[in-house]
């Protein structure tokens, strides 16, 4: 038998989206280049300080990245110094990061990026690259190749919509409660690919695919890859989970990388030894993910193995029980099984916007 991969040797990285309100009175603004200009006057000459911001789809957003990790604790520390730099250089552009999937506060519509990339999507797309102010927390994980990617990302779909749930962190937009824990998740639903990605044979057929989703326009032709919730880079030994929302913690966000890479662990475990991934229908996995972005962990989930609905404790712990020999392998277990069961027992950011802030006062990152 193959023995699980140790997880300690499989790298991760984590990207992180915010909004950027006015400081004075928190409104979203498209202060995305300004924050740029900001952060490179204060690198160090040789790039010490680490990796840059990215502008995102809207100019009211941007985006954080570490570099590649071994470990959790190096992860926990460059995302807490990411944080950190993205305050500061908001600060000196006279704005403040917001921690949300979605805006809370009523506002205008949003102008695109002025990229070639953003502009043809926005072309493309219309109004829904307008409306599309969401930010996501995505984690990178480390594979052999894009075989094991693709491998991998057939073993994970029925633990994403669990993934999402423990983040929902997104239950207002434009001013109102949405009802749901994550309202991100139901707005990136309306894009094409937007969803838990279908079955894949091999790398070969899944680049097949993202190919003539760009022959027949449903994704815009200079698209590197689609946009399903989980999927193999396109130029890296790579899985890319992209499901949860943005966290309003570091510590959910190291929930989120260490719970992945487990799974992708364990995948590529399941994998070497032959298992075939678990067949789940299109339809149970679109009603799975639903649920968990109505829900969050207050409310029913749908059991990522039997597909009956249980609390949605009952499927997180299941997640747990799923990926703990790759838990224990990386000495993990202690920290994610501690940092779960606090988001059960305290709820998610989207329990506690509701508890702790109105719409018009949402809270910033430091």
Same mark, same amino acid.
């Given at each position: 038998?193959?023995?699980v991969p140790?997880?300690?040797?499989v790298?991760l990285?984590v990207?992180?989206?915010f909004?950027l309100?006015?400081?004075?009175?928190?409104?979203?603004?498209?202060?995305?280049?300004?924050?740029l200009?900001a952060?490179?006057e204060h690198?160090?000459?040789?790039g010490?300080?680490?990796p840059?911001?990215q502008?995102?789809?809207?100019?009211t957003m941007v985006?954080?990245a570490?570099?590649?990790?071994?470990?959790?604790?190096?992860l926990?520390?460059?995302l807490?110094?990411a944080?950190?730099?993205?305050?500061?250089a908001a600060r000196?552009?006279?704005?403040?990061?917001l921690?949300?999937?979605?805006?809370?506060?009523?506002a205008?519509?949003?102008a695109?990026?002025?990229t070639?990339?953003?502009?043809?999507?926005?072309?493309?797309?219309?109004?829904l690259?307008d409306?599309?102010?969401?930010?996501g927390?995505?984690?990178h994980?480390?594979?052999?190749d894009?075989?094991?990617?693709?491998?991998?990302?057939?073993?994970?779909?029925?633990?994403?919509p669990? %993934? %999402?749930?423990?983040?929902?962190?997104?239950?207002?937009?434009?001013g109102?409660?949405t009802?749901?824990?994550s309202w991100?998740a139901?707005?990136l639903?309306r894009?094409?690919?937007?969803?838990?990605?279908?079955?894949f044979?091999?790398?070969?057929?899944?680049?097949? =695919?993202?190919?003539?989703?760009r022959?027949?326009?449903?994704?815009p032709?200079?698209?590197?890859?689609?946009y399903?919730?989980?999927?193999?880079?396109?130029?890296?030994?790579?899985?890319?989970v992209r499901?949860a929302d943005v966290?309003p913690?570091?510590?959910e966000?190291?929930?989120?990388?260490g719970?992945?890479?487990?799974l992708?662990?364990?995948?590529?475990?399941?994998a070497?030894r032959?298992?075939?991934a678990p067949r789940l229908?299109?339809?149970?996995?679109?009603?799975?993910?639903?649920?968990?972005?109505?829900?969050?962990?207050?409310?029913?989930a %749908?059991?990522?193995? =039997?597909?009956?609905?249980?609390?949605?404790?009952?499927a997180?712990?299941?997640?747990l029980?799923?990926?703990r020999?790759?838990l224990?392998?990386?000495?993990?277990?202690a920290?994610v099984?501690?940092?779960?069961?606090?988001?059960?027992?305290h709820?998610?950011?989207?329990?506690?916007?509701r508890r702790?802030?109105?719409?018009?006062?949402p809270?910033?990152?430091?």
């Amino acid at each position: 038998m193959v023995a699980v991969p140790v997880a300690r040797e499989v790298t991760l990285g984590v990207e992180e989206e915010f909004l950027l309100l006015d400081a004075v009175d928190g409104s979203p603004v498209g202060g995305g280049g300004d924050v740029l200009h900001a952060d490179r006057e204060h690198r160090r000459p040789d790039g010490g300080a680490g990796p840059g911001f990215q502008r995102e789809l809207l100019s009211t957003m941007v985006e954080t990245a570490t570099g590649v990790c071994t470990d959790l604790a190096g992860l926990r520390a460059e995302l807490t110094a990411a944080r950190a730099r993205l305050g500061r250089a908001a600060r000196e552009a006279g704005l403040r990061p917001l921690a949300s999937g979605t805006a809370p506060m009523a506002a205008p519509v949003r102008a695109v990026t002025p990229t070639r990339h953003y502009r043809q999507m926005a072309r493309l797309y219309g109004r829904l690259t307008d409306e599309t102010e969401t930010c996501g927390c995505h984690v990178h994980v480390g594979v052999p190749d894009r075989e094991s990617a693709v491998a991998a990302v057939n073993h994970l779909r029925p633990w994403l919509p669990v %993934l %999402l749930a423990l983040s929902a962190n997104s239950p207002y937009h434009q001013g109102a409660d949405t009802g749901h824990a994550s309202w991100r998740a139901l707005v990136l639903s309306r894009w094409p690919t937007h969803q838990i990605p279908p079955r894949f044979a091999s790398a070969a057929q899944y680049d097949r =695919t993202v190919a003539a989703l760009r022959r027949t326009g449903v994704l815009p032709s200079r698209a590197a890859n689609a946009y399903w919730f989980a999927r193999p880079s396109h130029h890296l030994p790579t899985v890319e989970v992209r499901i949860a929302d943005v966290t309003p913690s570091v510590d959910e966000a190291v929930l989120q990388a260490g719970l992945t890479r487990a799974l992708v662990t364990t995948a590529l475990g399941a994998a070497a030894r032959g298992r075939p991934a678990p067949r789940l229908p299109d339809h149970a996995a679109a009603a799975a993910l639903w649920t968990a972005a109505r829900y969050g962990v207050r409310g029913p989930a %749908l059991h990522p193995v =039997t597909g009956d609905r249980v609390p949605a404790a009952e499927a997180v712990r299941a997640l747990l029980d799923r990926v703990r020999p790759a838990l224990e392998a990386s000495g993990d277990e202690a920290e994610v099984r501690e940092l779960a069961e606090r988001v059960l027992a305290h709820g998610t950011g989207a329990d506690r916007q509701r508890r702790r802030t109105a719409p018009s006062a949402p809270r910033t990152v430091p």
